[in-house]
Each structure stands twice: as C-alpha cells, then as structure tokens.
C-alpha cells in the first residue's frame, strides 16, 4: 500500500479560492514534503515541514502537521490558474520506505 | 530549472530490445533516486544511489539494474523491454540522503513498441 495517501484524489475549484489538501501516513516520520507536478513534468518541491513543526508557510502556501493523527495537509490560498497540476506528499522516516503516495490532481478554473 | 539533467528525453525502442537512461546530479548532490511513472501505477519508486554505494531499493525489476559513477552521474540500465515498461522516468538527486528536498529531471519518456 501506499505510504502517502493524499485525499482528495481530485479537487475542482474557481481561481482565488482556496484549495486544502490532506495527506495521512502510517509509520514514524523524520520530515514530511510537498511536491508539485505539472502534466508530464517532473515533480517539483514545495515545502518540507520537520516532525517538530507544527505549521509552516511558503508564499500562498501553508502546510501543517499533526504527528499524533499522523497527518499533515497543504493549503493553496488564493488560487491561480497556474495552480493546476498534481500535488503529492513525501515523508521518509528511513531508507526502507521511499513512496509518493497517489496524489491529488487540482484543476483551478479561470 | 531543477539543475538535474536526463538525457534522453524521448527514446523508442521494441520489445526485447536494452536500453540505457543517464541521469546528471545537481552539483554538489550525492544522492540519486530514480522513479518510474505511468498512468496506471503512478510514481513508482525504483531505486537510490548514494555516493556511488546503492542505498535503497523500491519497486525495480530484475531486468532492471542501476549504477552510479564517481562522477556522481547515474544510468539506469533497462533490458528485455516490454509493452509495460513504456513510462516516464524519472531521475532525482539530493545533497543527502532521503530526508533531504528531492530536485527531479526533467524525465524520459520510454515507449516500447
């Protein structure tokens, strides 16, 4: 199964709204990230949160962290149309687990 | 720009046939990982480098293998192709080991025929 497992899978919105993703995991973790990718791109890193933080921003985004219900979530205020590509979590807690899981596809409509 | 080249970008090849995909680290980056995506399977991870000694290992076939060279360069070895094998690969490198920010190519796109 997969580690990360980000919910929505799909998420619609008009632009300047907000889009909040989740992702859950399972084990122990030493920092959990953020990826985008655009349609057939490779993917590119957003934001890495340490397992002792508990919130951090990065321009219009902000991510949070709850170790206890393992599970963090990336919000994209503001949205743009640009926005739209496949979001994905990461969280390695050691060599032996190294998954992306499925990824939540935001379409941002103009 | 990722810093992280792949060459190729596009390669065609049959059924049966080997091929080779080469990755570039982002200088300075001693840590490799390639990935395969697909439409059905997502992103798959198959394997990391580390300073030339291989770290980990994910979803990799037999008829797939890897190396890294001094230079810190990756290639990643793909042999008796088949149909399903056709997918984006990607490359990615990191200053360290897997708790570190992953800089990804810009990806192979593989199709077997």
């Known amino acids: 199964s997969q580690q990360g497992e980000e919910d929505p899978q799909a998420l619609s919105i008009q632009e300047g709204e907000n889009a909040t993703m989740n992702c859950s995991y399972k084990?122990?973790?030493?920092?959990l990230q953020w990826y985008r990718q655009n349609s057939g791109r490779g993917l590119v890193h957003l934001i890495l949160?340490?397992?002792?933080?508990r919130e951090k921003h990065s321009g219009r985004l902000r991510v949070t962290l709850d170790t206890s219900k393992k599970s963090s979530s990336l919000l994209i205020t503001a949205s743009r149309a640009a926005d739209t590509a496949s979001y994905f979590c990461?969280?390695?807690?050691?060599?032996?687990?190294?998954?992306f899981g499925a990824g939540t596809r935001l379409t941002v409509k103009p | 720009d990722s810093g992280v080249t792949q060459t190729p970008k596009h390669l065609i090849t049959a059924t049966g046939q080997r091929v080779t995909l080469r990755c570039s680290p982002r200088?300075?980056?001693?840590?490799v990982y390639w990935y395969q995506q697909s439409l059905d399977q997502g992103l798959q991870f198959l394997i990391q480098?580390?300073?030339?000694?291989?770290?980990a290992k994910g979803n990799i076939l037999e008829r797939f293998s890897a190396q890294q060279f001094p230079d810190l360069h990756s290639e990643l070895n793909l042999s008796s192709l088949e149909l399903g094998d056709s997918a984006l690969y990607f490359c990615?490198?990191?200053?360290?080991?897997?708790?570190?920010?992953?800089?990804f190519g810009p990806g192979t796109r593989l199709t077997v025929t």
């Open positions: 990615a490198s990191s200053v360290g080991t897997e708790t570190y920010e992953q800089y």
């Open positions: 084990t122990s973790i030493n920092n």
């Open positions: 949160i340490r397992s002792n933080e």
């Open positions: 990461f969280h390695p807690y050691n060599n032996n687990d190294m998954r």
């Open positions: 200088s300075g980056d001693l840590s």
């Open positions: 480098y580390y300073n030339g000694e291989e770290r």
